[in-house]
């Protein structure tokens, strides 16, 4: 079945440090990736698409130099947290999907704790 | 635009007993719907799907989902439940022509012994 694979696990930071977190397919390709924000109890926000080879689609008040996204390769998106500060912890969580097959589940990595303090 | 509802915040049942969780969606087209679960501190995983077909689908660990187009709901189901079935169940929805999936917001299942 579809790996998705996200890196790391969990990550404490400082204030005003930057974070940067993988998320990989492992045994797919995938042209586009979704990055989500979960808080305590609370459902997923899609905070923006991962674009292979282009920008990345941010939603609407997620800051785009704040949450920088890259999508160098078929296969790896990453998600930068800069300055973090401890209103960003929150649970991360990425996503992917065959591509061509419209209707392919999501498979998700396991997410990121990220504490910032 | 899409919407997923998902009225409940929390279901509780016994062991052993039928369990359901609601779903219903808001979508201009046709819509993919799709069940995922979430353990603690870790990503979801796909459960099933409705694409089109029979308006049952069975998927995994025993659960199933009965699409019904006039209520525009899609109730997932277990006959018998297990404890282990205590998790965070989101309903999904996209939009046959869209990219992106709308989640409700999540119902958290709980089954006691």
């Known amino acids: 079945g579809a790996v998705v694979s996200q890196h790391p696990s969990r990550v404490i930071c400082k204030s005003g440090t930057s974070v940067k977190i993988e998320c990989r397919s492992l045994?797919?390709?995938?042209?586009?990736m979704f990055w989500y924000r979960q808080f305590p109890k609370k459902s997923l926000m899609l905070m923006a698409t991962?674009?292979?080879?282009?920008?990345?689609?941010?939603e609407q008040g997620v800051e785009k130099d704040k949450f920088l996204i890259n999508h160098a390769s078929l296969t790896l998106s990453t998600l930068t947290v800069t300055s973090a500060h401890p209103e960003d912890s929150s649970f991360y969580i990425c996503?992917?999907?065959?591509?061509?097959?419209?209707?392919?589940?999501?498979?998700f990595g396991n997410g990121t704790r990220l504490t910032v303090t | 635009a899409q919407s997923v509802a998902q009225p409940e915040d929390q279901v509780n049942v016994a062991e052993g007993n039928p369990l359901t969780v609601k779903c219903t969606y808001s979508?201009?087209?046709?819509?993919?719907l799709f069940w995922y679960v979430q353990y603690p501190n870790r990503g979801l995983q796909f459960l099933l799907k409705y694409i089109t077909g029979d308006n049952l689908v069975k998927g995994s660990y025993g659960f199933e989902a009965e699409f019904n187009k006039s209520q525009t709901s899609f109730h997932l189901k277990k006959p018998s439940a297990l404890v282990s079935d205590s998790a965070l169940y989101f309903c999904?929805?996209?939009?046959?022509?869209?990219?992106?999936?709308?989640f409700g917001d999540g119902t958290t299942l709980t089954v006691k012994p």
């Open positions: 991962s674009n292979e080879g282009s920008k990345a689609t941010y």
């Open positions: 999904a929805v996209r939009d046959m022509s869209a990219g992106k999936s709308t």
């Open positions: 045994d797919f390709q995938a042209t586009t």
């Open positions: 979508v201009s087209g046709n819509p993919y």
């Open positions: 996503s992917a999907r065959f591509e061509g097959i419209g209707n392919s589940p999501l498979h």
